[in-house]
């Protein structure tokens, strides 16, 4: 599915998003930065050894919930990986949304800072860290939505959903937002 929002596009693909050939990819990382399961697990094992050593090097403190950090791609099709650090729910009390939302948009900040066009997204916060998915799905797809309207740097960010159920939240919530 694609949908264009001013000059660029969103496009929702079914898939793994270590394979992709974009200029960044995004990691779902911890704010340790420690590596994990999930698509954290896969990025760092298809990247190599070498973007574990520059976050280790580079940001020893780890990263704050909601924010996010750059490294080269390693082994990936990739000029970058943006490592970044979504909110844990707990019932959507204490400001998820808030920080889900600063986590997509610092990202975006990003990719213009580091003048990349393409982009590629997993569904931030909604596996070990619970988010409801139809929730996220809003948040993650209104603030890129808002960012293309007004970038001329970004041409394509694409949410690569790793499964059925996840894609087809994400399908529905884009649908709704071209009416
Ligand atoms: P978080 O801790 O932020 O919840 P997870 O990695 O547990 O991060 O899950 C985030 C989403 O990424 C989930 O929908 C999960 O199914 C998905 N995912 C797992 N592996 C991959 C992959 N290789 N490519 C894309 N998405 C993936």
């Not at 490294?71 to 019932?91: D, E, M």
């Amino acid at each position: 599915m694609i949908v264009q929002f001013g000059s660029a596009r969103i496009e929702l693909v079914l898939g793994d998003i270590t394979v992709q050939r974009v200029d960044v990819i995004v990691n779902a990382a911890n704010a340790q930065l420690a590596g994990g399961g999930g698509v954290d697990g896969a990025i760092h094992l298809a990247a190599g050894p070498e973007i574990m050593e520059e976050l280790q090097r580079r940001y020893p403190d780890g990263c704050p919930t909601g924010s996010a950090v750059v490294t080269s791609g390693g082994n990936l099709h990739s000029r970058y990986v943006f490592h970044a650090v979504g909110p844990i729910w707990q019932g959507g009390g204490i400001k998820e949304s808030g920080l889900l939302e600063s986590a997509y948009q610092i990202c975006l900040s990003l990719a213009e800072k580091h003048t990349c066009r393409t982009l590629a997204f997993p569904s931030i916060s909604t596996g070990v860290y619970r988010y409801p998915v139809d929730l996220a799905a809003e948040i993650a797809l209104r603030t890129v939505a808002v960012k293309l309207e007004t970038s001329d740097q970004l041409d394509l960010v694409r949410f690569v959903l790793f499964d059925q159920g996840t894609f087809g939240s994400y399908a529905r919530v884009l649908e709704t937002m071209l009416i």
